[in-house]
């Protein structure tokens, strides 16, 4: 539950991630040269057919920084095969997956985590041991679930560990929102098909995009397991009924983004008040065969998802709960069995996000060994590489952030001295994570050795079971990080008021030792300013300094905050992106926020220094978002992302910035030009 709210840099892509192993990100369906697809105020040239159509760099960034600054790069990129965007983000993750692959495919390294790693990437790149099991490993979950004959059947299903077979509930040791010191058992609905519940009421491009992937798919993997092209095609049909029903009960990705989120999921209570939620769904029996029974608090973040799986829990459904099984369990696996069910795969991951052709099987192995085994990864990346200096860089960069924001917040006269008083408390007992933790989880009971792929991913699976059951109730460890910190990413997270600074984007245009300071500002600083202010915005001032939900602000100064909040959601309401898509102002205002926060930080600390070239900062920090994505993706972001798009996430950004105006002698007139008195920062 905790990976909800915590904010990252770039796009979280939760929808997206499922699809990450299946095939990467894509080149454009669209044709060089077709006609310019105007937005407003600015062209979006996150689109390469966008900077295609225009003929010249332009001449000066006074109409468009981040098209001025970005040209000859986005002119001369193709988005690889199998990938759906290219950015200053990938050529950093493409540093990290070189030198991790490196680490994979070194003989002569020694100790468990080489093992470990080296075992599971090379399992998944053994196709002649892949494919001589072909579907085998999960033609005996579709069979157990089709030897079941009646509710009962169904029950005992769910309640056997050792039948892997999918869940109607997600549950596990987590955060809770009132005491963030203790794990408790969290139950969550489970993911949608569609991933967005509001797909099943009104549906979108995106949603037909990926009924039409999954319907491909199934037309192909079905087969595999004795059903005609025509059954498929019809399990799939009430498979989706079925989801529809249940989707009413879970809330949508736009009521996710919203700030009364937070206060709307916290449903904290007893086991057996959960369990009494449902009459029929056999939530306790399933929790207690699990070992979760002993939970003293749980949080149910959705009760309506409950109520609406009671509902269709009936022997007359048991058909339909049954296909609906068979259906996931065939997609979910189809990327971790042999050859050509791999190859449907990267086909669906293909029609879902506009991508074409496939990424070479050993990035994609790559990415699944990160995701399986984070911990062994990242230890046997460091083990190799050093980062003790850059781990001390990038505290320090911190610490110097964490204490000019100290003046900053005492500047803000619309807050009142006792919300400012608090603000600075939280700031002072803001925990930094830079690089890589001190103390790592302890993985020596885990071997791989003689397993086959499948086997091995099975393996893991139940070896995280067993570790989230061991944190139940117990007290969390801080110094142990939850995160992969190989991710071209960083994060601030509300629980535990942490900024997370990771490796993974430790390189490129964000953070070279070589850097000057107006780059060094620009890149890393400006995302560690980005990170600190979401300890102060809409979702983090419901948060403490200790991490537990406890709104510190006075009503007036919150009320305030939220007036500046909205004048920014009215701004960005105004812009269409492309094909007359309007921003969703609502959605990316914490994000907003943080990308101006962040950067008048960074500002405020060059201003103190001398001879400072601002263009220099200005144009680093446009780099800094330089991207190509598929329509496909840009769609996705502009409807599911929490973060702006890219070219607005600079040129709105700096043009709030006296420093800029003046670099740029921006005019009145002029297309990068906001009078000074229209401003919406925030802070
Ligand atoms: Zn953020």
Redesign the pocket.
Known sequence: MKSKFI???KQAAALLLALMLLSAPAASAYADGEALDDGSPWVDYDLRENVQAVAERPESPNDDLYLYVNYDWAKGTEIRPGYRSESSFTIVSDEIREMSQAVLTDDSLEGDDAALVQGLYKAFLDWDARNALGVEPVQKIVDEINAVSDLEGLTALFCDKDAHAGQYVSFGSSTGFNDPETYLLSIDPMGLLLGDSAEYAERTEMGDRFEAAYREAAAKMLPKFGYTEEEASEMLDRAFALETELAGGIMSSAESMSPDYIQKINNEMNPEEAYALCERFPLAAIIEAWGYGAAERCVVSQPAYLEKLDAVYTPERLEDLKNYLIVCDILDNMSVLDRDSYEISVDFGNAANGSTGSTPDEEVAFQLVRSALMTPMNRAFFARYDATKMKEDITRICQETVDYYRTMLAEEDWLSPETREKAVEKLDAITINAVYPEKWRDYSALTLEGLSFFEAMTAIGDFNTAYNLSLLNTKIDHELWQFDTLQTNAS?NPQDNSINIFRGILGGAFYREDMSTEELYAGIGSVIG??IS?AFDTNGAQFDATGALNNWWTEDDYSAFLGRAQKLIDYYDTMTAFGGYQVQGQNIQ??AI?DMAGLKCMLNLLDQKDDVDYRAFFEAYAKLWARLNTRETEYFCLMQDP?PLHYLRTNVTVQQFDQFLEAFDIQEGDGMYLDPAERVLVW
Do not use: V
């Open positions: 904010h990252t840099w601030y980005h990170e979401h914490t994000e943080a973060h």
